[in-house]
């Protein structure tokens, strides 16, 4: 076979040029032939299943898959495959096949199926969020064999079929390198967990499993138990959003504790109640590499840390902790804050929508100062209390947080002067969200100063929206000094949805302040509204600079400004 060449102006030789050819065409291997490709492989028979309707459709493109007789035959192949993948705006890349999002039809599944005899090396087949897949995957897993030393597949939100994931289950063994498998976002893998995975065994390569939002049953719970000791590669483990398998929780618990290797556990919104602590508690002193808990959205959660945290504090190796919308009660921030402090590796930490913590959490939040790795801290929706808000506003003086969120804490409007304080130190924040905390103009007018004498210099992201108290002299100040953050690409300053106002003169110094951030992308101004005279000046900026901003002004005002080529 010729290569194809490309003539090298420096030195006049030609050198080989990367094509479609190169990277996925092994000539040396040779394609089974039709009937070879239904017998077993490793002993499992890939077509246990009758094809369906929609696997039938793909026959006609299969049938010209066999093996070129010519190098003309090659070319022609080759380049049409070629043209298929930038039909899909995708390109070829090295042992990576990825149609992520691409709306594939049942003709384009046909044609993918139709390359994987030519992809013997194929690591990484992404065909996730492509709706018709559903229904033709039999016809991809009957060739799975093909490409047995594949790594990551990844088939979330494809509607897939009850055939589509038996037929799947009977294909795993085909593909023993397998170290990642998500099937997220299909409905029709709970109750059918055991036929997928049934083919899993001892010694697993597998080292990521996604399941999230599959309608899991309590039966599919008991069976992941059961199958968790056979998965000790297992590192990142996501059951979220399967809301029925927290009655079977002391089963999956059991089988992580044969997971030492764990990393990351995501259990969001999982029907998880009180009890669902105490049952977990017995597994963390087993997972000592994890680096992440997510038990976020179990609303029935609360008090159940009331007796339980301490086994929270044998994670030295957390990271991440999300107990977002808990329910915690202030028994269970006692608790905690004898723990999270513990945790000298916990870089973010989301406590965020806890409503009954606000009065009770000044003792927990005086003692994140002694976290140094903390860069992220989401307490939105807290209700905090002015004495919880001043704790706060003191230890965040001994973090180098990157991202604060304190948004719908009504407390912080009038006394943003303690936090300003604390952040006068901070070299690092690159995201800080004050949405409706009732700031006042004092409030913004002090942030203003703040910025104006170099702080804040790497703040890319400022939300100050659902703050309609601030007057517009305010806002006049705010806009003045908001060109110091060089670094911002997001600013919103929105009106609530029950408002609405004229802008003021301000409008002027925020056209001119735009103009001096070389990074901003993105001002959301929902419910201002343009009277025509600066309707006119957007315009009249519009035609003098052509850069790509988008100007969020509500329903019937929206300006982007088109980037220039």
């Given at each position: 076979m010729s290569q194809i060449r490309k003539k090298n102006s420096s030195d006049g030789e030609t050198k080989p040029r990367t094509s479609f050819i190169n990277i996925f065409f092994k000539s040396s291997k040779r394609r089974p032939s039709k009937d070879e490709s239904r017998k077993k492989s490793n002993g499992i028979e890939v077509a246990d299943f009758q094809p369906s309707d929609d696997t039938q459709k793909t026959e006609n493109i299969l049938d010209t898959a066999e093996p070129p007789t010519s190098e003309m035959e090659l070319g022609s192949r080759m380049e049409k495959n070629e043209q298929f993948l930038q039909k899909l705006g995708r390109k070829a890349v090295s042992k990576c096949l990825d149609l992520n999002n691409?709306?594939?039809?049942?003709?384009?599944v046909a044609e993918v199926v139709a390359l994987l005899p030519l992809l013997p090396d194929l690591e990484k087949l992404d065909i996730s969020w492509n709706d018709l897949v559903g229904g033709t995957l039999q016809s991809v897993t009957q060739r799975m064999h093909l490409i047995s030393q594949l790594k990551v597949l990844r088939l979330g939100s494809c509607r897939l079929t009850t055939d589509d994931v038996q037929a799947l289950g009977v294909a795993l063994d085909a593909i023993?390198?397998?170290?990642?498998?998500?099937?997220?976002?299909?409905?029709?893998?709970?109750?059918?967990?055991p036929l997928i995975l049934q083919k899993v065994q001892e010694g697993s390569k597998i080292q990521t499993l996604e399941l999230v939002d599959c309608d899991l049953t309590p039966e599919d719970g008991a069976f992941m138990g059961q199958l968790l000791p056979i998965m000790q590669n297992l590192e990142v483990l996501d059951l979220s959003i399967n809301r029925n398998i927290g009655s079977s929780?002391?089963?999956i618990a059991q089988g992580l504790k044969s997971t030492s290797n764990l990393k990351v556990l995501k259990l969001h919104s999982c029907g998880l109640s009180q009890k669902s602590v105490r049952i977990l508690d017995a597994a963390f002193s087993y997972l000592c590499e994890l680096?992440?808990?997510?038990?976020?959205?179990?609303?029935?959660l609360g008090g159940g840390f009331e007796d339980s945290s301490a086994p929270l504090a044998v994670l030295g190796h957390l990271e991440?902790?999300?107990?977002?919308?808990?329910?915690?009660?202030a028994d269970d921030v006692v608790s905690l804050t004898q723990v999270i402090p513990l945790l000298s590796s916990l870089q973010e930490l989301d406590l965020s929508a806890n409503k009954k913590m606000g009065g009770s959490s000044e003792n927990l939040l005086s003692r994140l100062r002694f976290l140094p790795a903390?860069?992220?801290?989401?307490?939105?929706?807290?209700?905090?209390?002015?004495?919880?808000?001043?704790?706060?506003?003191?230890?965040?003086a001994h973090l180098a947080l990157e991202v604060f969120d304190l948004s719908w804490n009504k407390c912080v409007g009038g006394n943003l002067k303690l936090l300003l304080e604390s952040l006068k130190c901070s070299e690092s924040l690159q995201v800080l969200r004050l949405s409706s905390c009732s700031l006042?103009?004092?409030?913004?007018?002090?942030?203003?100063?703040?910025?104006?004498?170099?702080?804040?210099?790497?703040?890319q992201k400022l939300i100050l929206s659902y703050n309609d108290s601030i007057c517009d002299a305010g806002w006049?100040?705010?806009?003045?000094?908001?060109?110091?953050?060089?670094?911002?690409?997001?600013?919103?300053?929105?009106?609530?949805?029950?408002?609405?106002?004229?802008?003021?003169?301000?409008?002027g110094h925020l056209l001119c302040a735009v103009t001096k951030l070389p990074k901003i992308t993105d001002i959301g101004m929902k419910r201002w509204i343009l009277p025509a005279a600066q309707q006119e000046e957007l315009e009249h900026f519009h035609q003098d600079h052509r850069r790509g901003i988008h100007f969020e002004l509500g329903e019937f005002q929206e300006a982007d400004f088109p980037k220039l080529n």
């Amino acid at each position: 076979m010729s290569q194809i060449r490309k003539k090298n102006s420096s030195d006049g030789e030609t050198k080989p040029r990367t094509s479609f050819i190169n990277i996925f065409f092994k000539s040396s291997k040779r394609r089974p032939s039709k009937d070879e490709s239904r017998k077993k492989s490793n002993g499992i028979e890939v077509a246990d299943f009758q094809p369906s309707d929609d696997t039938q459709k793909t026959e006609n493109i299969l049938d010209t898959a066999e093996p070129p007789t010519s190098e003309m035959e090659l070319g022609s192949r080759m380049e049409k495959n070629e043209q298929f993948l930038q039909k899909l705006g995708r390109k070829a890349v090295s042992k990576c096949l990825d149609l992520n999002n691409c709306r594939l039809t049942t003709e384009d599944v046909a044609e993918v199926v139709a390359l994987l005899p030519l992809l013997p090396d194929l690591e990484k087949l992404d065909i996730s969020w492509n709706d018709l897949v559903g229904g033709t995957l039999q016809s991809v897993t009957q060739r799975m064999h093909l490409i047995s030393q594949l790594k990551v597949l990844r088939l979330g939100s494809c509607r897939l079929t009850t055939d589509d994931v038996q037929a799947l289950g009977v294909a795993l063994d085909a593909i023993p390198e397998l170290e990642e498998l998500n099937l997220s976002w299909n409905s029709k893998v709970g109750g059918n967990l055991p036929l997928i995975l049934q083919k899993v065994q001892e010694g697993s390569k597998i080292q990521t499993l996604e399941l999230v939002d599959c309608d899991l049953t309590p039966e599919d719970g008991a069976f992941m138990g059961q199958l968790l000791p056979i998965m000790q590669n297992l590192e990142v483990l996501d059951l979220s959003i399967n809301r029925n398998i927290g009655s079977s929780l002391h089963s999956i618990a059991q089988g992580l504790k044969s997971t030492s290797n764990l990393k990351v556990l995501k259990l969001h919104s999982c029907g998880l109640s009180q009890k669902s602590v105490r049952i977990l508690d017995a597994a963390f002193s087993y997972l000592c590499e994890l680096r992440k808990l997510d038990l976020s959205c179990n609303k029935e959660l609360g008090g159940g840390f009331e007796d339980s945290s301490a086994p929270l504090a044998v994670l030295g190796h957390l990271e991440v902790l999300n107990l977002h919308q808990c329910s915690l009660t202030a028994d269970d921030v006692v608790s905690l804050t004898q723990v999270i402090p513990l945790l000298s590796s916990l870089q973010e930490l989301d406590l965020s929508a806890n409503k009954k913590m606000g009065g009770s959490s000044e003792n927990l939040l005086s003692r994140l100062r002694f976290l140094p790795a903390l860069k992220s801290l989401l307490l939105n929706n807290c209700a905090l209390q002015s004495e919880t808000f001043t704790a706060l506003a003191e230890a965040s003086a001994h973090l180098a947080l990157e991202v604060f969120d304190l948004s719908w804490n009504k407390c912080v409007g009038g006394n943003l002067k303690l936090l300003l304080e604390s952040l006068k130190c901070s070299e690092s924040l690159q995201v800080l969200r004050l949405s409706s905390c009732s700031l006042v103009t004092e409030d913004v007018a002090l942030l203003a100063s703040l910025i104006q004498t170099g702080h804040l210099a790497k703040l890319q992201k400022l939300i100050l929206s659902y703050n309609d108290s601030i007057c517009d002299a305010g806002w006049a100040i705010f806009c003045q000094n908001v060109w110091f953050l060089k670094e911002l690409t997001e600013l919103d300053i929105s009106l609530r949805p029950s408002t609405a106002r004229d802008c003021g003169q301000w409008f002027g110094h925020l056209l001119c302040a735009v103009t001096k951030l070389p990074k901003i992308t993105d001002i959301g101004m929902k419910r201002w509204i343009l009277p025509a005279a600066q309707q006119e000046e957007l315009e009249h900026f519009h035609q003098d600079h052509r850069r790509g901003i988008h100007f969020e002004l509500g329903e019937f005002q929206e300006a982007d400004f088109p980037k220039l080529n």
